[in-house]
């Protein structure tokens, strides 16, 4: 199998895809570290990955906690010895408001979680990737890390900083063996959008891509999870800094 004997760490894996790409790096046999805020969902997928014949263990963590991160890092060393592969993909979306009416409390809540722990993430598990020499880290970005998107301008702004953060990263480790790359869903069909159409009526904004994107549907998280897995492995072994869009053409 692809990932055998790989050990992926996934944040955000209680649901979504997260939870669908635990699930795929599981049966391309990696055993996962299932990290999530939320320990019910979380340790659901742990149960869907042994229900499958995968291994892992669930950690409870809030990204957004310096102390937590170091937990989730430290215990997945602890257990397996290393990190191979890393999904940095815990995020959160706004409430959808006309710019002015963004509450900062709001703006500091997106910042915190698609910004600090994607930052975070990465600062605790690339020491452990130096120390090793070799690793895979994909972070979440979005199509809003890459252009504007409607009544969100501060979730586009953390995504666009998600694209920065990856890039620089990228830049600094490409010499010593970590390659470090950006996905970029469109839309998903996950617990995340389901209010967006609903969010965009109430606001009396309909972009012309809804209520079906182009495709004429959402993408399914484990279509996401497909290109998770490819740059976990080997395949990739030359894509490092890539904004890797998978977006159904909703960027067009
Ligand atoms: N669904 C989409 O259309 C879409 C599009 C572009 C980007 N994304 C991005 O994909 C990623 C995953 O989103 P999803 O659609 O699977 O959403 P989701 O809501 O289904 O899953 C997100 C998971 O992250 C967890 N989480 C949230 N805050 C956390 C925190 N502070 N610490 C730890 N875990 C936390 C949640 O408990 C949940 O299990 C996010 O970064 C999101 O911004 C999603």
Redesign the pocket.
């Known amino acids: 199998m692809e990932l055998s004997n790989k050990i992926a760490v996934i ?8 939870r669908a790409s635990s699930l795929k790096l599981a049966s391309d046999g990696a055993t996962v570290v299932v ?4 320990k019910e ?2 340790e659901e997928t742990l149960k869907l990955v042994k229900e499958q014949g995968g291994e892992g263990i669930f950690i409870q ?4 906690k310096t102390e937590d991160v170091q937990n989730y890092v430290n215990k997945a060393v602890e257990t397996y010895g290393r990190i191979d592969i890393f999904f940095n ?5 706004q409430k959808f408001a006309p710019f002015t009416e963004v509450e900062e409390s709001e703006f500091d809540r997106i910042m915190s ?2 910004v600090k ?1 994607i930052f975070l993430g990465m600062k605790y598990v690339l020491k452990v990737m130096e120390a090793q020499g070799f690793g895979s880290v994909i972070n ?5 890390g890459v252009r504007a998107e409607h009544s969100v301008a501060v979730y586009s702004a953390s ?1 666009h900083a998600v694209v920065a953060l990856t890039k620089g990263a990228a830049l600094e480790y490409a010499k010593k063996g970590i390659r470090i790359n950006a996905l ?5 069909e ?4 389901a209010s967006v159409t609903e969010q965009f009526e109430k606001g009396g904004y309909i972009p012309e891509e809804l209520p079906n994107m182009r495709m004429g549907r ?1 993408a399914a ?1 484990k279509e996401l999870a497909e290109m998770v897995a490819y740059l976990a492995s080997e395949k990739a072994s030359y894509m490092t800094g890539s904004i890797v869009l998978v977006d159904g053409g909703l960027t067009l």
């Open positions: 944040t955000g894996a209680g649901s979504g895809i997260g990290v999530d805020f939320n969902t979380g963590a809030d990204v957004s993909n815990a995020g959160v979306i979680v698609n722990g979440t970005a979005s199509t809003a995504k970029c869903p469109g839309g998903v996950t617990a995340l959008t959402y998280p």
